[in-house]
């Protein structure tokens, strides 16, 4: 039976409908054609394939890691590329988000600690404000990005060994024997940037923490070094320590410098520029510096 010229053309809008996929049958043509455009503009070839590819990253990005190569427990977690989830606030994607803001959010809480320790001892006024300028500049470095994330381990890993210490039977019982009312020291302990703000905040109230920031490669901190340590032995009740400049971001021309705190954390002696605070010693002799002159300065300063 022979088909009019309207039927055959009906015909041929049926037999283009009845081809591709399941899916393209089930869109209206003009659809079709919008959907293959946004397909192709985005570079998506196969949805299958796509959801198979995003399937994948967030099984990877959720993945936990087990164990390190020393074989100590990870705390950590990894996180995807930040494109992976910008601008999302649900779903996976807004977990991830929501993780790595937290992260992002505690580690900007502790460098500020850090960082507010040393800008303190710039605050009076013995280093230039263009030194805490180049400072603010040099935290955007990468390296100084990598030196946060392994600061951040440290923490983590101490933090952690202070709960379990915490968490033993009897941790927090104290008597007079074990828990005397001055502690002693009696050394003079080299410490980083942790071991930094640990000396002057987790102290009693009315301890007296010295912190002799030192330069290894110059003679005159080895001459005050050789100088201090009598009186480390001498005055057993103040905790004295040492930090090396770089590790708290401390201006090098300030240096060798004695900070000295008490309450916890409060700065109350800023003795930057030492050299020429030393009453009588010839500047031009490293073995001129004398424990008793330096006993004198500390005196006068309240900090012995």
Known sequence: MSQTEAQAEF???????????EEDRHLHPE??????????????DDVDEEEQYRAKQ????????SHSAAGADTYGYNLPPASFDSGRATGVKGVIADARNYELARKATFMNRVRSARRSVFGL???????????????LSSEEDEDEESFLAQWRDSRRRELEGDARPGAHIRTRRTSPS????????????????????????????????????????SAIEQALRPLVSAFPAVHF???????????????????????QGDLFANLTGL????????????????????QKLLHSKDIL
């Open 11 to 21: 015909q041929q809008l049926v037999d283009k409908s009845s081809q591709g996929s």
């Open 241 to 263: 320590v040492k930090v090396h400049y770089d590790d708290i971001e401390f201006d090098n021309a300030a240096v060798p410098a004695i900070l000295a705190y008490r309450n």
């Open 182 to 221: 001055v502690r002693l020291y009696g050394r003079l302990d080299t410490v980083d940037a942790l071991g930094y703000l640990d000396a002057i905040e987790k102290v009693g109230r009315e301890t007296v923490v010295v912190v002799f920031v030192y330069d290894d490669e110059c003679q005159v901190s």
């Open 58 to 65: 967030i099984d990877a990005a959720m993945r936990m890691p």
């Open 31 to 44: 659809d079709r054609l919008a959907y293959k455009q946004e397909a192709a503009s985005a570079g998506i």
């Open 275 to 294: 050299i020429e605070m030393l009453p009588g010693e010839d500047k031009d002799d490293d073995d001129a510096f004398s424990s008793e002159n330096l």
């Open 125 to 139: 006024g013995h280093v230039s404000n263009d030194s805490v300028d180049n400072d603010k500049k040099s935290d």
